[in-house]
């Protein structure tokens, strides 16, 4: 198994580089209240050599097709093909109240979106007919979407951040790996098995394909303060419109936690972030995250590793500590997949 560092704007150069100089696989950007993806992974790709990227995740809703492929193609350029194209429908209240974009036939709409991209990156004009995009829009065919970005060595792989079965499925059956959060290692077994039905479905097997769930991380001697280090961050996440329709709170209710979810969104609505954070289970932050010792840290890897994870992304930003805390995180986590026998 492998790591990656997921990153924001804050310290992003200076992450990155000492990612690679410690044998980080790849240095994710999400995508959030904090920063855009490409933003950060241009600044990235300017200061390392080596090490991948990724966008983890660009939103679906935030872009059309059409320039996804062009800021795919861009940063895969400027990286000399180190660049890996992750994307997520977001969840439906982000998607209508950040972009004005409806919710519905998700898997439809990423299927449609992935198939364009890809048409786009081989760099040959695109006429897409679909029932969610069409390409020229209007059928006259004057300026078709055309990529000239001289293209990198190698192709730029497609991740897609899935939660449910059948999205599960479809980044089986149309992406080269999956991006998964909050992810127990039971759960990432139970995601790995949809991704291989979905797979199987088209005549692939599993070989090639990349298993990343990104897992927030605190490091220290006491695990119960690591915790507690971790609870404005699950309480922010889970606080994104309602509970019903949030990502994180739904895995929270099949992990068993659905009161305690409940509670969690019911107080961020109410404005009371200190009730929130302290309404976070204990027991669904330790399964879902890196806490405590080196030790458990590289216990935890083991568990990883035997569920088929092939490069497990740290997130540091998920932790409020200044730019030295973060830069330990990335030394402390490379100890513990030494430690843990599984480094690839």
């Known amino acids: 198994m492998k790591l990656g560092v997921n990153l924001t704007y804050q310290g992003a150069a200076e992450l990155a ?191 090639g394909f990349e298993t990343v769930p990104a897992l927030a991380t605190s490091i220290g001697e006491d695990t119960d303060a690591c915790i507690d280090l971790l609870r404005d961050h699950y309480a922010h996440l889970m606080g994104i419109g309602t509970a019903e329709r949030n990502f994180y709170c739904s895995l929270a209710a099949r992990l068993g936690f659905a009161d305690e979810a409940a509670e969690v969104s019911s107080a961020v609505r109410a404005g009371d972030r200190a009730r929130a954070a302290k309404a976070v289970p204990r027991d669904f932050i330790d399964r879902t995250a890196l806490v405590g010792p080196v030790g458990r840290i590289a216990e935890r890897l083991r568990e990883y590793a035997d569920v088929g994870v092939t490069t497990l992304s740290v997130m540091i930003s998920a932790v409020a500590t200044d730019l030295d805390g973060r830069l330990a995180i990335l030394e402390q986590a490379m100890t513990a997949l030494d430690r843990s026998g599984v480094r690839d």
């Open 17 to 207: 580089v000492t990612a690679e100089r410690l044998g980080y696989d790849v240095a994710f950007a999400p995508e959030g209240y904090r920063s855009d993806a490409p933003s950060v992974l241009g600044l990235v790709a300017g200061r390392t050599e080596r090490i991948g990227l990724a966008s983890g995740v660009m939103q679906i809703p935030a872009r059309t097709p059409a320039l996804a492929a062009l800021t795919a193609a861009t940063l895969n350029s400027l990286s000399n093909g180190r660049f890996r194209l992750g994307l997520g429908v977001s969840n439906p209240d982000v998607s209508d109240g950040w972009y004005g974009v409806p919710f519905g036939q998700p898997l439809a709409r990423t299927r449609e979106y992935v198939e364009i991209v890809r048409m786009a990156l081989s760099g040959e004009p695109v006429r897409y007919q679909g029932e969610h995009y069409r390409l020229p829009y209007s059928g006259s065919g004057g300026a078709p979407l055309h990529v000239i970005t001289e293209p990198a060595h190698s192709p730029v792989p497609v991740y897609l951040g899935a939660v449910g079965p059948k999205n599960l499925r479809l980044a089986g059956e149309i992406a080269d790996g999956w991006i998964g959060v909050f992810a127990a290692p039971e759960h990432v077994a139970q995601s790995v098995e949809h991704i291989r039905q979905g797979r199987e479905s088209v005549g692939l097997t599993m070989s």
